[in-house]
């Protein structure tokens, strides 16, 4: 059996249902789907959550829309961040937030789900959206700088319990850096920018160095230029393909060596995409 799990950064649920979504996911329905930046409240996401169920059974990936399982957690400030996850995979326990972290600000960035295949393999899927900063703008510096602290922690015990043969995991989102020169067009010119900073790179140093994750995209990919999962709405950074590698999927060794493909769901012309980001996803052999 194979799990497809994809993760994209929808920039606003509603937007992105208005841009054409629902038209890509009755072509794709990944098993495990995970979003970031939702930007609705409570109300408008059990909606649309009930919208996705219906395509998934359409698609012929359920037999009924109300056998989809879904998790979400809404930002306390309106308008912001709110990730969400859809599974046709059961979960066996979530968990919303990371310990430490009680801001509303941080808040919509964090959620966790074991799910599990038909054979009884459990996985903890993690959807993320990382904090993106702002160039000159300190308590900005301080809220993404204290989120990946936590969140690293976090990781820590994740990768702890599945070299104890425990449960794999893998760490799905919006991470809102670029590891590391090919993982954007213009590495030069971008040294000193937000998102390309080496103290923000240093945090994936670590997780793939000393943790052990597996940055499987590139794992898979090797080391090419690209591809990019980000595109500045400025100028004409999309018909250039002048854009940033922000969305990564980090796993365990055990289930990245599982990993068969990938795919980077880039819109064929500016006016087709439905995000900024296009969509990340990876076939794991489960």
Same mark, same amino acid.
């Given at each position: 059996m194979t799990?497809?799990?994809?993760?994209?950064?929808?920039?606003?649920i509603r937007a992105a249902k208005r841009k054409g979504m629902?038209?890509?996911?009755?072509?794709?329905? =990944?098993?495990?789907?995970?979003?970031?930046?939702? !930007?609705? =409240?409570?109300?408008?996401?059990?909606?649309?959550?009930?919208e996705i169920g219906a395509d998934y059974a359409q698609a012929g990936k359920v037999e009924r829309a109300g056998d989809i399982h879904t998790i979400d957690d809404v930002c306390r400030i309106k308008g912001r961040a709110g990730v969400g996850l859809v599974s046709v995979l059961p979960f066996e326990g979530t968990r919303i937030g990371l310990p430490g972290l009680d801001e509303d600000v941080d808040t919509g960035r964090w959620i966790e789900t074991d799910v599990r295949t038909e054979q009884g393999y459990t996985v903890t899927v993690v959807c993320v959206y990382v904090h993106a900063g702002a160039d000159g703008d300190d308590i900005k510096e301080v809220q993404k700088y204290r989120f990946l602290d936590a969140m690293t922690a976090r990781m820590e015990e994740l990768r702890e319990e599945a070299a104890r043969g425990g449960k794999q995991a893998v760490i799905c989102g919006d991470f809102n850096i670029a590891h590391t020169p090919?993982?954007?067009?213009? =590495?030069?010119?971008?040294?000193t920018t937000h998102g390309f900073l080496p103290a923000e790179r240093a945090y994936i140093d670590r997780w793939v160095g000393e943790m052990e994750y597996v940055d499987v995209m590139r794992d898979l990919a090797g080391d090419i230029q690209g591809p990019?999962?980000?595109?500045?709405? !400025?100028? !004409?950074?999309?018909?250039?393909?002048?854009?940033? !590698?922000l969305d990564y999927q980090f796993a365990t060794p055990e289930l990245a060596a599982a990993a068969r493909g990938f795919t980077v769901d880039r819109a064929e012309e500016w006016y087709k995409r439905w995000s900024d980001h296009a969509p990340l996803s990876i076939t794991y052999g489960v």
């Open positions: 799990m497809t799990i994809t993760t994209s950064n929808l920039n606003g629902e038209k890509w996911l009755l072509r794709h329905t =990944p098993d495990v789907w995970c979003m970031q930046e939702t !930007r609705a =409240p409570q109300e408008v996401l059990d909606e649309i959550f009930e090919i993982d954007l067009k213009n =590495p030069k010119s971008n040294l990019y999962t980000w595109w500045s709405q !400025r100028g !004409r950074a999309f018909d250039n393909d002048a854009g940033w !590698r």
